[in-house]
C-alpha cells in the first residue's frame, strides 16, 4: 500500500506543487486502496476510474507547461451520491434511480472539476439521505473502517468511511441533520456543515431544501477548510445561496490560537442518553481548550429540547414534496402494475411502492400527513415557530460565547441491524446536530478520541453563528493539533489495518 | 356516449334564479425566458427543445426567479387597481401530474403579489359594470400533453399520452375575481366583457400576446345560482376549456341554464370542474371535487421572499401606458367616428386592427369601412369573430392602394381576398395569379369600346344627342366582355372621347 | 390530536402516490403513530405569538434578469425516460381530468 494515501490533502497538494509526485501516481494509489479494501468497506457505488485517471493525467501536463494551477489540483477526492456528476451515474443510494445518469452537473462538482480535482467515484449513502447508518441504502450498507460489523453514521457512511479508509483524502458530503458531522464523529474523521447558503446546493437531490447543505469531509480541519474555499461561495442558479465569499476559512485553520475566546457549552446537548466515553471525551477537549486560553462558559438552549421533534416535522415534510418527483415519467424507474387498469396514476403508485425503501416511505408518508389539511398548525406550521425559538435561543447563546461546543453524536458507533428495527432510536443519533441545521448556522465536527468502553470513535461538534464559518477553523485547528499530540499522532493511526498485507501502521 | 344535460330556458332561469359568477383567468406573460429557468418562452417549437434541467424537475435542481416577470406580474396589479403586496412568498402547490416535472406546482397561496383590485367593465351599450379583483398571483405553467389513441383525442378512452415540456415553466399571472353579483340575465354578456377587457388590459400593457387561440389568456368560469333574495350563495361548477371570447358567453349562458333545470326539478349541483366543448355548446362533468385535491400548500423553501418596494413599485405604475378606456377615448377623437361606429369597431374586437392599418397607411375611413364592412361580412358567414378571420392590416392597405391606383376596383378586390384568404398569397401576388387585373391598356379597352358601340348603335346615338347618362349601357357592355376586369371610369371617358362627346 | 391510523396511512398512500399493501399499512401506522407521539409536544411551545421562520438566513428579492440561458437537445430531454416517442415522453392512459 502506497504511503501517499496516508497524506493529507494539504501536503498531497504540496508534494503535487513540488513536482515530489505526479497526479497520476497520487491517483492511482488511492484506485489500487479502493479496490484493495472497498470489498470489505462499500464505501463507492461506483469507482470513476478512467476520467479520474484522465483529469490526473491533464493536470500533470497542464504542471508541466507551467500553467497556474488551483492548490488542490490533483488531489483527488469522492463525492456522496447524492449529488449529480456528468459522466457517472447518481443513484441517491435508490433503486428509483438506479442506472440513471444526469445530463448535467452540480455546481459544486463544475468547481471541482475546474480546480483540476479528480473525482475517485460516487460514494453509498442512506437512500435519499434519510438515515443515520447508512443502513437504508439500496445497494447494501457501508462498514465502519474502525470495525467492520459496525455502522460508519449515515446518511454520508461512505464518504466518511472512504477517508477514514484512507480510499480517498477528501469527499463531499451533504448535511440536513447531521449527515456529515455524525458519520465524522464515529469513524474519526472531520466533517463540516457550513452556514445554510454558503454552498450552493444546485445538483444536491434535495432532501430538505431549507436544511441541506453541501460540505467538506476529511482527515484534517485545515483539509475542510481548504475544500470548503474550493466549494463555497455565491451560485446565481441558488436562490438561497449567500453572496458572501467563502475565505478566511484556511487563514482561520492556520491561527493557531484560541486565547481569550469564550466557548460555550450547551447544557441540553449531554448528559443523560450520550455514552460515558463519549462524555468523556468531551469534557478532555473542554480541559485542551481551556489550557490554551480559551474561556468556557454554560449557556442553555431551552427550546433544542424540542429540536428532534420539529426536524421530523419539517424534514419529512419537504421531503414528501422533494420526492414527488420521482414517478417513473420522465427518468429513472418505471414499474407497471402486474394486474388491473394501466394508467399512469397507478404507475406512479408501483414505480414508488417499488423503488422507494421502508425509511423514505415512512418519512414521505409522515410528511405527507404534516402537511396535510387540518394537520398543517399542528404540526408543520408549529414546527417553523419552534424553529424561530431555536434561533432565538442560538442568538442569546451567541451572545454569551463566540463559538458553542457539544459532543457531535450521543453514542459511538453501534452494530449493524442494532436499531433498525426501532426508527426513534434511531432518530435520536442526530439529536446534537440537528439544532444547527434548523437555525442555519455552521457546525465542524473532530475526533476527540476513542472511547475507553469500546475503543471506537468519538467526535466534537463546534458550532459558530451564521456566516462565522471560520471560527470553526480556528478553534477546530487548535483543539486538534492539541489532541493528537496527546494522542502521538492522528486518530487514524489507530485504526486497525484493513488491507491483509498490512502490517500495523506506525505514526 | 355523451348525454345531453337538461337546461331550462334562460329566460326561465333568470325568472328563478340570480346568477354569481367566479373567474380565474390565467394570462401567459411574454418573457424571454421561463418564470424559474432560462429556457426560452416561445411557442410552437419542436417538443422538448426549450426546456433544460429546472423545466424536467430533474434530481437537484433549484427554481430562480424571472425579473421581468415580477415586473409584469407588478404592472398587471396595478392596472386592475390592486395594492401590491409589501412582502410576498412564494409556495408549493403539491399534486401530482404527468404535465407537471415536480409534481407541485411553484405558485403563490396566501401571499398574493396582488390584492383587493376593481376592474370597471363597459358592456356593450355603454352599462359599466365594476368587477371586484381578489388577487393577482404568480404561478408556473404546465407542459403540453397529447392524448393518443383514442377517438377523440380527448383523455376519456386515450390508450397513453405524449408530454411536451416546453411550456412547462412558462410565467402565469392568475387573476382571481370576487364573487359577480347583481349581473342578472347580463352575465354572460359581462363574462365576455369581462375576459375582453383583461385581455385587453395585458396586451396593451405590453405583458401578454394575449392570444387566446394560443392559450395566452385562459379563463376557467365560475357559474353558481340561487334564489333571488338569498344571500348564501348556491353551489358553483367550474368550468374549463374555455378558449375563445363567444365560448366564455356560451358557456356561461349553458351553465346558467344547465344549473337552473337541476335546481328547478330540485336536485342538487354536484361542486365539480366541467369540461367546455363550443362544438356542440355544452359542458361535460370532469372530476368531482374530492379530498384528493388537499393541495399541502407550504412556503416554497428554495425561493426567497419577495419584498417590492414602493419604489419601485411606483416606478413601475410611471412606466404603465394609457389605459385602454383612454386610449379608447383618444382614438374615437382622431378617427372622427360617431359614439355608435366606434362602439361598434369596439364590440367587434378589431379596434387594434384598425389602429393598425391606419399605421400602415390607410384612412380612419377607409380602415373602418374594410373591418367593418367586408371582414366582419365574412367573419359573421364563418362563425368565426372579425380578427380571426386570416385577415391582416397590411392585407387591407395593399388592397386599398391597389384600388385606388385604379388597379382593381371594389369588386374585383373582394376577389383579390378570397384568394389572399386560401393562402394564394399577398393582394398583389393574387391579382397577377389569377389575372384580376383592370384593364388598362387603352388599346384594348379602345377595341372593346368600339365593338360595345358597334354593337348597340341606338345607345351611342343618343349619347351623341346629348343624353350622356345613356353612357352607361355602353360602360355595361364593355365591363361584361372585359369581365369587369375595366375601370369604369376611364371606361366611360374612352366611350364619350370616341363619340367626342363632353361629358 | 388523535392518533394515526390505517385509514388515514391508506389515505396519505394514495395523496403520496405509493402502491401499499394492507401488511405495509398496517405496519407503517403502528411506526408513525409512535414517531407522531413523539413529535406532537411541538405544538406545545408553538405559541401564537411565536412566528414562524420558513427560511433560515434572511434574503430577499433574489431575482434573474429576464435572458435565455442553456437549453437541452430534445435528445438530451429524453435521455432518461423510461419511454418515449415522437420527441415526447410517453405515458400510460392517464385517468383523471386535470385540476
Known amino acids: 500500500m502506497s504511503e501517499l494515501i496516508k497524506h493529507s490533502a494539504a501536503q498531497l497538494a504540496d508534494k503535487l506543487a513540488g513536482g515530489e509526485v505526479s497526479a497520476v501516481e497520487v491517483t492511482q494509489a488511492h484506485l489500487d486502496r479502493i479496490a484493495a479494501v472497498d470489498t470489505d468497506v462499500h464505501a463507492f457505488l461506483h469507482v470513476n476510474t478512467d476520467e479520474a485517471l484522465a483529469v490526473a493525467a491533464d493536470v500533470d501536463s497542464r504542471r508541466a507547461r507551467g500553467e497556474q494551477l488551483h492548490r488542490l489540483a490533483g488531489v483527488p477526492i469522492a463525492v456522496k451520491d447524492l449529488i449529480v456528476t456528468i459522466g457517472q451515474p447518481t443513484t441517491a443510494g435508490s433503486k428509483i434511480l438506479e442506472g440513471w445518469h444526469s445530463p448535467y452537473d452540480a455546481t459544486v462538482v463544475k468547481k471541482l472539476r475546474a480546480a483540476g480535482m479528480p473525482i475517485l467515484g460516487k460514494t453509498n449513502l442512506d437512500e435519499f439521505a434519510m438515515g443515520s447508518s447508512t443502513e437504508h441504502s439500496a445497494f447494501g450498507p457501508t462498514r465502519n473502517p474502525w470495525d467492520l460489523d459496525r455502522i460508519p453514521g449515515g446518511s454520508g457512511g461512505g464518504s466518511a468511511a472512504a477517508v477514514a479508509a484512507f480510499e480517498a483524502p477528501l469527499a463531499l458530503g451533504t448535511d440536513t441533520g447531521g449527515s456529515i458531522r455524525q458519520p465524522g464523529a464515529v469513524t474519526g474523521t472531520v466533517g463540516v456543515k457550513p452556514t445554510y447558503g454558503g454552498v450552493s446546493r444546485y445538483g444536491a437531490i434535495a432532501l430538505a431544501s431549507s436544511l441541506d447543505q453541501i460540505g467538506p469531509v476529511s482527515r484534517t480541519v485545515l483539509d475542510s477548510a481548504l475544500l470548503h474555499e474550493v466549494i463555497g461561495g455565491h451560485d446565481p442558479f441558488d436562490s438561497t445561496s449567500l453572496t458572501d465569499p467563502s475565505t478566511g476559512l484556511v487563514e482561520a485553520a492556520l491561527t493557531g490560537n484560541v486565547q481569550g475566546m469564550r466557548i460555550g457549552v450547551v447544557k441540553e446537548l449531554g448528559g443523560e442518553g450520550y455514552q460515558a466515553g463519549v462524555e468523556a471525551r468531551f469534557h478532555e477537549s473542554l480541559e485542551l481548550l481551556r489550557a490554551a486560553g480559551a474561556e468556557i462558559v454554560e449557556v442553555s438552549c431551552p427550546s433544542f429540547n424540542y429540536a428532534l421533534g420539529a426536524y421530523y416535522l419539517i424534514m419529512p415534510s419537504e421531503a414528501s414534496s422533494n420526492l414527488a418527483k420521482f414517478d417513473g415519467v420522465r427518468y429513472g424507474l418505471r414499474v407497471l402494475p402486474e394486474d388491473g387498469p394501466m394508467t399512469i396514476e397507478r404507475v406512479m403508485g408501483a414505480t414508488r411502492a417499488a423503488g422507494f425503501g421502508d425509511e423514505a416511505k415512512r418519512r414521505i408518508i409522515l410528511g405527507t400527513y404534516a402537511l396535510s389539511a387540518g394537520y398543517y398548525d399542528a404540526y408543520y406550521g408549529s414546527a417553523q415557530k419552534v424553529r424561530t425559538l431555536i434561533q432565538r435561543d442560538f442568538d442569546a447563546a451567541f451572545a454569551q460565547a463566540d463559538v458553542l461546543i457539544s459532543p457531535t453524536a450521543p453514542t459511538t458507533a453501534f452494530r449493524l441491524g442494532e436499531k433498525l428495527d426501532d426508527p426513534l432510536a434511531m432518530y435520536l443519533n442526530d439529536v446534537a446536530t440537528i439544532p444547527a441545521n434548523l437555525a442555519g448556522v455552521p457546525g465542524l465536527s473532530l475526533p476527540s478520541g476513542l472511547a475507553d468502553e469500546d475503543g471506537l470513535p468519538a467526535g466534537v461538534q463546534l458550532l459558530a453563528p451564521a456566516r462565522q464559518d471560520a471560527r470553526l477553523y480556528r478553534v477546530g485547528a487548535v483543539l486538534e493539533a492539541m489532541l493528537e499530540e496527546s494522542w502521538g499522532g492522528p486518530i487514524l493511526a489507530k485504526a486497525p489495518a484493513l488491507e491483509r498485507v498490512d502490517t500495523v501502521e506506525g505514526k | 356516449m355523451m348525454s345531453m344535460d337538461a337546461t331550462l330556458s334562460f329566460d326561465e332561469a333568470m325568472e328563478k334564479f340570480d346568477p354569481v359568477l367566479g373567474f380565474e383567468v390565467h394570462v401567459e406573460l411574454n418573457t424571454k425566458s421561463k418564470m424559474f429557468s432560462s429556457a426560452p418562452n416561445v411557442f410552437g417549437d419542436e417538443p422538448n427543445t426549450n426546456v433544460n434541467e429546472v423545466d424536467l424537475g430533474l434530481p437537484g435542481v433549484l427554481p430562480v426567479v424571472n425579473k421581468t416577470a415580477v415586473e409584469s406580474s407588478i404592472k398587471i396589479g396595478l392596472a386592475l387597481n390592486c395594492k401590491i403586496a409589501e412582502t410576498c412568498r412564494f409556495a408549493r402547490k403539491n399534486y401530482f401530474y404527468p404535465d407537471t416535472p415536480k409534481n407541485f406546482q411553484t405558485s403563490q397561496y396566501d401571499e398574493p403579489i396582488a390584492y383587493d383590485g376593481y376592474l370597471d367593465v363597459e358592456l356593450e351599450d355603454g352599462t359599466v359594470f365594476r368587477v371586484e379583483i381578489e388577487r393577482a398571483h404568480m404561478e408556473e405553467d404546465a407542459g403540453k400533453l397529447t392524448h393518443m389513441g383514442g377517438a377523440t383525442g380527448r383523455i376519456q378512452g386515450a390508450d397513453f399520452s405524449l408530454v411536451d415540456y416546453n411550456r412547462a415553466g412558462v410565467p402565469l399571472v392568475e387573476i382571481v375575481t370576487k364573487p359577480i353579483e347583481g349581473a342578472g340575465a347580463r352575465a354572460p354578456e359581462l363574462a365576455k366583457a369581462y375576459v375582453a377587457a383583461i385581455r385587453e388590459i395585458v396586451k396593451n400593457l405590453g405583458v401578454s400576446d394575449a392570444r387566446m387561440e394560443r392559450g395566452n389568456v385562459r379563463c376557467d368560469a365560475n357559474v353558481s345560482l340561487r334564489p333571488y333574495g338569498q344571500e348564501k350563495f348556491g353551489t358553483r361548477s367550474e368550468t374549463k376549456n374555455v378558449n375563445s371570447l363567444r365560448a366564455v358567453e356560451h358557456a356561461v349562458r349553458h351553465e346558467i341554464q344547465r344549473h337552473a333545470a337541476v335546481l328547478a326539478s330540485g336536485e342538487s349541483i354536484v361542486q365539480e370542474t366541467r369540461h367546455w366543448h363550443e362544438d356542440t355548446r355544452t359542458t361535460t362533468a370532469g372530476r368531482p371535487k374530492s379530498d384528493a385535491d388537499d393541495y399541502r400548500y407550504f412556503p416554497e423553501p428554495d425561493l426567497v421572499p419577495l419584498v417590492p418596494s414602493r419604489d419601485w413599485v411606483e416606478s413601475l405604475r410611471s412606466q404603465l401606458p394609457e389605459p385602454p378606456s383612454e386610449r379608447r377615448k383618444r382614438l374615437k377623437e382622431a378617427w372622427g367616428y360617431t359614439d355608435l361606429e366606434f362602439r361598434d369597431v369596439v364590440n367587434a374586437g378589431v379596434m387594434d386592427e384598425i389602429e393598425e392599418t391606419i399605421a400602415a397607411g390607410a384612412s380612419a375611413a377607409v380602415a373602418r369601412k374594410w373591418w367593418m364592412g367586408e371582414i366582419a361580412r365574412r367573419a359573421k358567414l364563418a362563425d368565426v369573430d372579425p380578427v380571426d378571420l386570416g385577415v391582416s392590416p397590411a392585407t387591407v392597405v395593399e388592397l386599398d392602394r391597389l384600388i385606388s391606383s385604379g388597379k382593381i376596383n371594389d369588386k374585383l378586390a373582394r376577389e383579390v381576398l378570397d384568394g389572399v384568404l386560401a393562402g394564394e398569397g399577398t393582394p398583389a401576388e393574387v391579382v397577377d395569379k389569377r389575372g384580376l387585373a383592370v384593364v388598362s391598356d387603352d388599346g384594348a379597352l379602345q377595341a372593346a369600346v368600339d365593338a360595345a358601340l358597334a354593337a348597340q348603335p341606338d345607345v351611342a346615338e343618343k349619347i351623341r344627342g346629348g343624353k350622356v347618362q345613356a353612357v352607361g349601357a355602353i360602360v355595361g357592355g364593355v365591363m361584361k366582355v372585359t369581365k369587369g376586369q375595366a375601370d369604369a371610369a376611364r371606361v366611360r371617358e374612352l366611350i364619350l372621347q370616341t363619340l367626342g362627346v363632353e361629358g | ?99
Open chain 3, 1 to 99: 390530536m388523535a392518533a394515526i391510523n390505517r385509514d388515514d396511512v391508506a389515505h396519505l398512500a394514495r395523496l403520496a402516490h405509493i402502491e401499499m399493501s394492507d401488511q405495509e399499512l398496517d405496519r407503517m401506522a403502528g411506526e408513525l403513530a409512535v414517531i407522531v407521539d413523539s413529535i406532537k409536544s411541538v405544538s406545545e411551545v408553538a405559541s401564537a405569538d411565536v412566528p414562524a421562520t420558513s427560511h433560515p438566513i434572511p434574503l430577499n428579492n433574489v431575482l434573474r434578469e429576464d435572458v435565455v440561458g442553456h437549453v437541452f437537445t430534445a435528445e438530451q430531454a429524453l435521455s432518461g425516460a423510461p419511454d418515449a416517442e415522437d420527441g415526447r415522453f410517453r405515458v400510460p392512459a392517464i385517468l383523471e381530468e386535470e385540476s
